[in-house]
């Protein structure tokens, strides 16, 4: 599924870029899906770009993660290669529509 | 208890031409987008609130004055229409909450699966038994299906309200709408006055032998079921057809600006 490739290509991109294994990369990502109130299934590109630019970095930084806002921004540009058509529609977007 | 009947009969009254108006509006929405989740809501709204609800308060209101063993056919059959629309609008809230917020997940099918065999086996089985003529509580049929019939909307509170405290913290980061994070806790607030009502207006069910403890709580139960009824579909208006104001006021509490 689309998601699923987004959120492993984020964690494997934080993995590279920084000393994280990959159990601390993917529990990092998850805590701040959490924090930004995303889950897993169903984040798209953009709302997977925000979090990683306003809830990702403070959360590196309290690993030790050094030049957390640098590695943010290269994970963000790595977003945008990733295929993210999403597989199901979400609650959001539905509740969108049944007000419209 | 006059009064307490014609506030019972105005508020049951704005409640199903509410729901009708809700409905209707959903379903205008399905034909033009041509997708499931509008439909399911709309023909869940209609069947139970309008044709369930609906009908069933007219059949109740000829069945006082009949005896139980001369009641016509047709309000035998008029009860079967109702009970069965009724019941068909609960599958399809099951399935839309489903689909809608557990999509692809085996636990929540199965889950959405065996309450509308329940409730379908509840009201088959109650039928044979004679419930269209006559309601018999307490028997395992009507156990089986009333058992998800006031449970069924505590699954969607527990899933609108869960959701919208995701988008709240969407909504901080500038994620999301605030007209839509305002639909879950409008529709979450809804459903839960939907299980109140519900809840509210079977207590007579367990009152039966106790026919003084039920006359001394009845004006207390019809005014219950009213108030709820009317929050719950209050909830429904606000959340799918959101006059000006109420947008206006959403949005400025969002950005802390006066509407």
């Known amino acids: 599924m689309a998601e699923k490739a987004l959120f492993d290509s984020l964690c494997e991109a934080l993995e590279e870029l920084t000393s994280l294994d990959r159990l601390e990369a993917r529990g990092t990502v998850r805590l701040s899906l959490k924090q930004a109130g995303l889950e897993p299934r169903g984040v798209t590109a953009s709302q997977m770009a925000v979090m990683a630019q306003k809830v990702l970095p403070t959360e590196l930084a309290s690993r030790g993660i050094e030049h957390a806002d640098r590695v943010c921004e290269q994970l963000v540009e790595g977003l945008g290669k990733v295929e993210t058509a999403p597989a199901v529609e979400s609650p959001e977007s539905v509740f969108e529509r049944l007000g419209s | ?259």
């Open chain 2, 1 to 259: 208890m006059q009064f307490v009947l014609g506030f019972h009969l105005i508020a049951t009254a704005i409640f199903v031409l509410g729901s009708a108006v809700v409905g209707l509006r959903l379903l205008g929405l399905a034909r033009r987008s041509r997708q499931a989740p509008e439909l399911l809501l709309g023909c869940a709204i209609l069947l139970t609130a309008v044709l369930g609800y609906g009908l069933l308060i007219v059949g109740t209101i000829f069945r006082s004055s009949i005896d139980a063993d001369a009641i016509p056919f047709w309000l035998v059959s008029l009860t079967a229409l109702a009970k069965i629309s009724h019941d068909l609008g609960v599958a399809l809230f099951i399935l839309f909450v489903a689909r809608v917020f557990r999509p692809g997940e085996r636990w929540a099918h199965a889950l959405a699966c065996g309450a509308m065999l329940m409730m379908g086996a509840g009201l088959a089985w109650g039928a044979a038994e004679g419930s269209f003529r006559v309601e018999t509580p307490m028997s395992p049929a009507w156990w089986l299906e009333y058992s998800i019939i006031w449970t069924y909307s505590l699954w969607l509170v527990v899933e609108s309200l869960r959701y919208w405290r995701l988008m709240r913290r969407r909504a901080a980061l500038g994620m999301a709408d605030p007209m839509v994070t305002n639909r879950f806790l409008l529709w979450g607030i809804g459903s839960l006055f939907t299980f109140l009502a519900t809840a509210t207006a079977s207590i007579p069910f367990f009152l039966i032998e106790r026919q003084e403890t039920m006359l001394a709580a009845a004006p207390a139960i019809y005014v219950g079921t009213a108030i709820a009824g009317v929050c719950s579909i209050s909830c429904s208006y606000l959340a799918f057809l959101p006059p000006n104001w109420f947008a206006a006021h959403v949005r400025a509490r969002a950005t802390g600006s006066p509407a």
